[in-house]
């Protein structure tokens, strides 16, 4: 694998992480760089994380992977989204506007999971090419900590302009990445 076709999967292994971190920067009041490098951290991790196992997997699992994961990454997605749609419309005190200034580190590790399912895909198809795993897996984890630190800050600007119910617009756009996902893998695009 080149160096070009390393980066173009680099991103396209950090759209719907992109997509699930404006979601999560927007349900937040007003996240800290800090809070979107720690955000941006998680996600990376897991999505270099991924790769490697499936890698691990190989050819052994890879008619199960590929038959499954976009179910596995619509259904954590649809209970994530609709977990954020509840918090949203529950009124919470604390925060400004009712919102978190922080997402705990399970919550952000269970969406990473979720949107980096087709990253253990992708491992399972690196097993067979010439493509050194650890080199891609940085690759991937780095693309990805930036765009999601990118999206958590972008997701601030949002929230701070649809206010109280962001938390409700994050869900949504959890949902969407997991319909968007399940589409993509059922022969719509």
Known sequence: MNTLS???????????AFAAA???????????????????L????????????????????????TEWDHWIAFGLLLLLGLHMIYAGLKPEAGAPE?????HS??????????TSIDALAVGVGLAFVDVNIAVA???IGLVTM????????LGRVLGTMVGRRAEIAGGIVLILVGGTLLYEHLGGA
């Open 146 to 153: 930036t765009m999601v630190t990118m999206g958590t800050l």
């Open 42 to 65: 998680i996600f990376g991790v897991i999505e270099a994380i991924t790769p490697v196992v499936g890698w691990l997997i190989g050819q052994a699992a890879s008619s199960y992977v």
């Open 98 to 102: 009712g919102r978190a200034t922080q």
């Open 137 to 139: 897996a940085l690759a």
């Open 22 to 40: 404006v979601g999560k920067g927007s349900s937040l009041h007003k996240p800290s760089l800090a809070e979107a490098l720690r955000t941006g």
């Open 6 to 16: 390393l980066i173009f999967l680099s991103f396209a292994m950090s759209t719907d």
């Open 105 to 114: 580190f399970w919550i952000l590790a269970a969406t990473a999971v979720a």
